[in-house]
Nanobody, 123 residues
Framework: QVQLVESGGGLVQAGGSLRLSCAPS????????IGWYRQAPGKQREFIAH???????SYGVSMQGRCTISRDDAKNLVYLQMNSLIPEDTAVYYC?????????????????WGQGTLVTVSS
């Protein structure tokens, strides 16, 4: 009922920047949190950033100080601005949303993942 579509990944040199975008679509979705995770080959998925519906923001340790999560309500987009990228940032980056659809007997709690966008940082 709800989909997340990421974009903005690609190849970038160390020290460069990228801005990832996440576009929710589908059934009307009441969001609790939306954010970003990443997963490098052979490693566990790790937390990057969350933005709550109240506006609170949290960052994971891996990219704290080098990334900023934000939203554009008019465009219904959530962004992850990444700066000072290093080769260790190479990973598939996933958009994540936690929320609900419907109410009463039709209420459903959802956690939704996008398909991911690949970020490759070269030396």
């Amino acid at each position: 009922q709800v989909q997340l579509v990421e974009s903005g990944g690609g190849l970038v040199q160390a020290g460069g920047s990228l801005r990832l975008s996440c576009a929710p679509s589908g059934t009307t979705f009441s969001m609790n949190v939306i954010g970003w995770y990443r997963q490098a080959p052979g490693k566990q998925r790790e937390f990057i950033a969350h933005l709550s519906k109240e506006g609170s923001i949290s960052y994971g340790v891996s990219m704290q100080g080098r990334c900023t999560i934000s939203r554009d309500d008019a465009k219904n987009l959530v962004y992850l601005q990444m700066n000072s990228l290093i080769p260790e940032d190479t990973a598939v980056y996933y958009c994540y949303a936690d929320g609900s659809v419907g109410r009463g007997q039709s209420y459903v709690h959802l956690d939704v993942w996008g398909q991911g966008t690949l970020v490759t940082v070269s030396s």
